[in-house]
């Protein structure tokens, strides 16, 4: 519990966070400022009410996530590798398993809190610039208002998974980089291919990349919940895999010296 406590600490006194949720709040006001429903020329988008804002702008937030994801990660591990602050955690009476998963956990701390700042915020904006209106919208459905937020709390609770997942790909590829530029930049270059090969049909479905891109709008295409079940299983075997090689790579990595 102190190892997490002092993950959330460091986390917290992380300036980039902090330009994350500005730039989050920026880039909202932005699209919402001059949006008028079926008249805004400036935006593709076609609902009607603000409470659709939050599902509208999912996929936004994908693309912030997977922009800063690496930039948490790659702070959190290599950074502290060059800047010598992971020798001096070690120094203490601390398995390097029992580290690393603290680091796992503030990660995911993190994906909860920014999440949810993002789905508040779409919300408030959402209802500021285009009003509350009668219904959700999405993917060519209306939904009563009270369906509409269980759905978008559903959907965004479970983009959380794939986002864990591609934080733990990050984190793997953190402890194995000497610095946290090369971490960063491997990292995104990586998940860019990815995302360029969402378009095969026949690679799509074994894709972190296209699962945290498409969840929300697979888990709608789904006839019953159940038809998630191959989505949910995929994520969670690159879970697995590269915590386990994450674990593997940071006790075989050479740390102290």
């Known amino acids: 519990m102190n190892l997490l406590k002092n993950e959330l600490y460091k986390l917290l006194k992380m300036k980039k966070i902090y330009i994350f949720a500005v730039v989050m709040l920026g880039i ?12 805004s020329e400036r935006t593709v988008w076609d609902f ?7 599902l509208t702008m999912i996929q936004i937030f994908s693309q912030f996530m ?36 603290a680091k796992i956990m503030a990660l995911f701390i993190f994906i909860v809190v920014s999440t949810v700042i993002f789905l508040i915020q779409s919300y408030i ?13 999405y993917m060519g459905t209306t939904y009563t ?24 790909v990050a984190g793997f590829i953190a402890v194995l980089a000497k610095n946290m530029s090369t971490a960063i930049i ?3 270059v990586v998940i860019t291919i990815g995302l360029n090969l969402n378009d095969i049909t026949a690679i799509a479905p074994y894709s972190l990349a296209h699962h945290l891109m498409y969840f929300p709008e697979e888990l709608m295409q789904a006839e019953r919940w159940t038809g998630i079940l191959p989505n949910v299983g995929m994520v969670l075997i690159y879970m697995i895999v590269f915590a386990g090689l994450s674990f593997w790579a940071f006790k075989k990595k050479e740390i102290l010296y």
């Open 145 to 168: 208002p009270l369906k509409g937020i269980g759905l978008t709390i559903t959907i965004y609770t479970l983009f959380m998974l794939p986002a864990l997942a591609y934080g733990i």
């Open 48 to 54: 009607q009410y603000g409470q659709s804002v939050p």
């Open 186 to 188: 491997i990292s995104l």
């Open 66 to 101: 997977i922009i800063f994801i690496p930039i948490v990660v790659a702070d959190s591990i290599s950074n502290e590798y060059r800047n010598g602050t992971l020798k001096l955690s070690l120094l203490r009476p601390v398995k390097r398993g029992n580290l690393l998963l």
């Open 28 to 39: 909202t006001l932005l699209n919402l400022y001059d949006y008028h429903p079926g008249g």
């Open 125 to 137: 904006m959402g209802v500021y610039f285009v009003g509350w209106g009668e219904a959700t919208e």
